[in-house]
């Protein structure tokens, strides 16, 4: 059994690793030049300070998802291990909360502040946003599944044991 929950463990801690490492991968290539009306306009993730946490959160997730697979489960390690899950599951949904929130005001504008819409000048810099979006919270999605199975581990044989 508990190998079991090791190889599960493993399994899910990679899989945040890969979508978190994908999503920052795609976001880091966002990249697109345009001319708008005879002026020349670059978009890039690197000029939003939304997207570079986005990129700085997701490679912090990749690499801690790596590390935390050397962790013994059942070790004190362990319980340390599920806060720090915690602390990085955070960091990971404000990363895609403030990305999904800049990235909703280039797609649609503001028409309250009166700030004009741009993915219909750079559709394939928005793309690749759009797929670091869908990257990023899939990888969210396994983190919590992660934390969810890592915490039904740590809390069983405190709950079961007579």
Same mark, same amino acid.
């Given at each position: 059994?508990?190998? *079991?929950?090791?190889?599960?463990?493993?399994?899910?801690? =990679? +899989?945040? $690793?890969? &979508? /978190?490492?994908? #999503?920052?991968?795609?976001?880091?290539?966002?990249?697109?030049?345009?001319?708008?009306?005879?002026?020349?306009?670059?978009?890039?993730?690197?000029?939003?300070?939304?997207?570079?946490?986005?990129?700085?959160?997701?490679?912090?997730?990749?690499?801690?998802?790596?590390?935390?697979?050397?962790?013994?489960?059942?070790?004190?390690?362990?319980?340390?291990? *599920?806060?720090?899950?915690?602390?990085?599951?955070?960091? =990971? +949904?404000? $990363?895609? &909360? /403030?990305?999904? #929130?800049?990235?909703?005001?280039?797609?649609?504008?503001?028409?309250?502040?009166?700030?004009?819409?741009?993915?219909?000048?750079?559709?394939?810099?928005?793309?690749?946003?759009?797929?670091?979006?869908?990257?990023?919270?899939?990888?969210?999605?396994?983190?919590?599944?992660?934390?969810?199975?890592?915490?039904?581990?740590?809390?069983?044989?405190?709950?079961?044991?007579?």
């Amino acid at each position: 059994m508990a190998k *079991l929950s090791r190889l599960i463990t493993a399994v899910l801690r =990679l +899989a945040v $690793a890969g &979508a /978190a490492a994908a #999503a920052a991968i795609i976001m880091v290539t966002s990249h697109e030049t345009t001319s708008f009306f005879g002026i020349e306009m670059e978009a890039k993730y690197s000029y939003t300070p939304s997207f570079i946490f986005f990129v700085v959160a997701f490679a912090v997730g990749f690499a801690y998802s790596l590390l935390v697979i050397l962790v013994r489960p059942g070790s004190t390690a362990s319980r340390l291990v *599920l806060l720090s899950d915690v602390v990085v599951g955070m960091l =990971l +949904a404000g $990363a895609v &909360a /403030a990305t999904g #929130a800049i990235a909703d005001v280039g797609k649609n504008g503001n028409e309250h502040a009166g700030w004009l819409p741009i993915c219909p000048q750079v559709r394939a810099y928005c793309v690749h946003v759009e797929g670091a979006l869908i990257a990023g919270f899939v990888s969210l999605l396994i983190h919590f599944l992660s934390i969810m199975y890592s915490l039904h581990a740590v809390a069983e044989p405190l709950c079961c044991s007579h």
